[in-house]
Protein backbone atom coordinates (compact mmCIF):
# COMPACT_ATOMS: atom_id res chain seq x y z
CA UNK A 1 0.00 0.00 0.00
CA UNK A 2 1.47 3.01 -1.21
CA UNK A 3 2.04 5.69 2.01
CA UNK A 4 -0.30 8.11 0.56
CA UNK A 5 -3.06 5.29 0.75
CA UNK A 6 -2.39 5.16 4.88
CA UNK A 7 -5.02 6.55 6.95
CA UNK A 8 -7.66 8.44 6.37
CA UNK A 9 -8.90 8.47 2.52
CA UNK A 10 -7.66 10.97 0.84
CA UNK A 11 -11.26 12.41 -0.86
CA UNK A 12 -11.86 13.03 2.92
CA UNK A 13 -8.37 14.08 4.49
CA UNK A 14 -9.03 18.00 3.66
CA UNK A 15 -12.57 18.21 5.32
CA UNK A 16 -11.81 16.02 8.28
CA UNK A 17 -8.41 17.69 8.90
CA UNK A 18 -10.29 21.32 8.42
CA UNK A 19 -13.27 20.54 10.95
CA UNK A 20 -11.04 18.56 14.00
CA UNK A 21 -8.71 21.74 13.89
CA UNK A 22 -11.54 24.05 13.43
CA UNK A 23 -9.46 26.00 10.54
CA UNK A 24 -12.99 25.78 8.64
CA UNK A 25 -13.92 27.98 11.14
CA UNK A 26 -10.77 30.52 10.62
CA UNK A 27 -11.70 31.81 7.50
CA UNK A 28 -15.04 33.44 8.92
CA UNK A 29 -13.00 34.85 11.61
CA UNK A 30 -10.24 36.69 9.37
CA UNK A 31 -12.47 37.22 6.32
CA UNK A 32 -12.82 34.95 3.02
CA UNK A 33 -10.26 37.10 1.39
CA UNK A 34 -7.69 36.87 4.08
CA UNK A 35 -6.00 34.04 3.28
CA UNK A 36 -5.32 34.81 0.03
CA UNK A 37 -4.23 38.32 0.93
CA UNK A 38 -1.33 36.44 2.91
CA UNK A 39 -0.24 33.82 0.17
CA UNK A 40 -0.41 36.38 -2.61
CA UNK A 41 0.03 40.15 -1.40
CA UNK A 42 0.14 42.91 -3.94
CA UNK A 43 2.43 45.78 -3.19
CA UNK A 44 5.43 43.06 -3.05
CA UNK A 45 6.46 44.99 -0.14
CA UNK A 46 8.20 41.98 1.47
CA UNK A 47 12.13 42.87 0.39
CA UNK A 48 11.68 46.30 2.31
CA UNK A 49 10.50 44.05 5.91
CA UNK A 50 13.05 42.75 7.78
CA UNK A 51 11.50 40.35 9.25
CA UNK A 52 10.06 38.77 6.18
CA UNK A 53 13.45 39.30 4.96
CA UNK A 54 14.61 36.83 7.26
CA UNK A 55 11.85 34.62 7.45
CA UNK A 56 12.45 34.13 3.34
CA UNK A 57 16.44 33.24 4.38
CA UNK A 58 15.58 30.66 6.78
CA UNK A 59 13.03 29.32 4.76
CA UNK A 60 15.27 28.82 1.88
CA UNK A 61 17.79 26.98 3.86
CA UNK A 62 15.45 24.75 5.46
CA UNK A 63 13.44 23.81 2.28
CA UNK A 64 16.16 22.76 0.57
CA UNK A 65 16.42 19.85 2.60
CA UNK A 66 12.50 19.21 2.85
CA UNK A 67 10.88 17.00 0.83
CA UNK A 68 12.99 15.90 -1.69
CA UNK A 69 12.93 13.80 -4.39
CA UNK A 70 13.72 10.59 -2.37
CA UNK A 71 11.64 11.59 0.75
CA UNK A 72 8.60 11.87 -1.94
CA UNK A 73 8.83 8.57 -3.93
CA UNK A 74 5.55 7.36 -1.95
CA UNK A 75 3.54 10.12 -2.82
CA UNK A 76 3.26 9.41 -6.60
CA UNK A 77 -0.28 11.06 -7.26
CA UNK A 78 -0.57 14.70 -8.45
CA UNK A 79 2.68 17.01 -8.98
CA UNK A 80 5.18 16.03 -6.83
CA UNK A 81 8.02 17.05 -8.53
CA UNK A 82 10.47 19.29 -5.28
CA UNK A 83 11.16 21.84 -6.89
CA UNK A 84 7.12 22.60 -7.65
CA UNK A 85 6.30 20.92 -4.30
CA UNK A 86 8.80 23.60 -2.15
CA UNK A 87 7.81 26.44 -3.89
CA UNK A 88 4.63 25.56 -2.97
CA UNK A 89 5.31 25.36 0.80
CA UNK A 90 7.44 28.53 0.46
CA UNK A 91 4.58 29.96 -0.63
CA UNK A 92 2.64 28.81 2.39
CA UNK A 93 5.72 29.59 4.74
CA UNK A 94 5.92 33.22 4.35
CA UNK A 95 1.99 33.63 4.06
CA UNK A 96 2.50 32.01 7.55
CA UNK A 97 5.04 34.54 8.77
CA UNK A 98 3.55 37.67 7.07
CA UNK A 99 0.00 36.40 9.47
CA UNK A 100 1.80 36.24 12.32
CA UNK A 101 4.25 38.65 12.69
CA UNK A 102 5.31 38.31 16.38
CA UNK A 103 6.05 34.35 15.89
CA UNK A 104 7.26 34.89 12.44
CA UNK A 105 8.77 31.82 10.77
CA UNK A 106 10.44 29.28 13.14
CA UNK A 107 12.71 26.17 12.35
CA UNK A 108 10.90 22.66 11.38
CA UNK A 109 7.52 24.17 10.37
CA UNK A 110 8.74 23.36 7.11
CA UNK A 111 8.05 19.93 8.23
CA UNK A 112 4.68 20.71 9.25
CA UNK A 113 3.65 22.67 6.37
CA UNK A 114 5.21 20.01 4.18
CA UNK A 115 3.07 17.18 5.42
CA UNK A 116 0.02 18.84 5.35
CA UNK A 117 0.82 20.20 1.60
CA UNK A 118 1.23 16.53 1.25
CA UNK A 119 -2.46 15.58 2.51
CA UNK A 120 -4.50 18.23 1.53
CA UNK A 121 -2.47 19.81 -1.27
CA UNK A 122 -4.80 23.35 -1.61
CA UNK A 123 -1.88 25.86 -0.38
CA UNK A 124 -5.28 28.46 1.43
CA UNK A 125 -6.46 25.35 2.99
CA UNK A 126 -2.87 24.04 4.27
CA UNK A 127 -2.24 28.08 5.67
CA UNK A 128 -5.49 28.14 7.68
CA UNK A 129 -4.24 24.92 9.03
CA UNK A 130 -0.94 25.69 9.98
CA UNK A 131 -2.61 28.47 11.45
CA UNK A 132 -5.01 26.72 13.70
CA UNK A 133 -2.35 23.90 14.58
CA UNK A 134 0.92 26.61 15.60
CA UNK A 135 -1.88 28.85 17.43
CA UNK A 136 -4.91 26.90 18.56
CA UNK A 137 -3.63 23.49 18.94
CA UNK A 138 0.30 22.85 19.76
CA UNK A 139 1.56 24.39 23.38
CA UNK A 140 2.77 28.36 22.97
CA UNK A 141 6.10 26.82 23.29
CA UNK A 142 6.27 24.67 20.12
CA UNK A 143 7.36 26.84 17.83
CA UNK A 144 9.62 29.73 19.68
CA UNK A 145 12.99 30.88 19.16
CA UNK A 146 14.19 28.21 21.44
CA UNK A 147 11.89 25.38 20.01
CA UNK A 148 10.91 24.26 23.65
CA UNK A 149 8.23 22.55 22.52
CA UNK A 150 10.21 20.99 19.94
CA UNK A 151 13.28 20.15 21.86
CA UNK A 152 10.74 18.38 24.16
CA UNK A 153 9.32 16.19 21.89
CA UNK A 154 12.47 14.97 20.01
CA UNK A 155 14.20 14.29 23.86
CA UNK A 156 11.08 12.18 24.52
CA UNK A 157 11.21 10.62 21.43
CA UNK A 158 14.57 9.54 22.10
CA UNK A 159 14.23 8.22 25.34
CA UNK A 160 11.56 5.81 24.27
CA UNK A 161 13.12 4.60 21.66
CA UNK A 162 16.58 3.92 23.72
CA UNK A 163 14.05 2.37 26.35
CA UNK A 164 11.44 0.68 23.43
CA UNK A 165 13.23 -0.21 20.41
CA UNK A 166 17.07 0.13 21.33
CA UNK A 167 18.25 -1.07 17.69
CA UNK A 168 16.02 2.16 15.73
CA UNK A 169 17.79 4.60 18.66
CA UNK A 170 21.60 2.75 17.99
Not at 38 to 46: F, S, V, Y
Not at 51 to 69: G, N, P, Q, Y
Not at 92 to 99: D, M, N, Q, T
Not at 110 to 135: C, T
Request: hydrophobic letters at 40%.
Amino acid sequence: VPLSDRGIPREHRKNIWMRLSAADRLSEVYGVDYAKSMLHPEGGDDEEDPLLVKAEMDIDKDIARTFTEKMMEGFADGDRRPDHFQEKLKTVLLAYARHNRRLGYCQSMNNLAGLLLLAVEDEEEVFWLLVALVERVLPDCYYSDELTGVTTDVEVLDSLLEHHLRPVFD
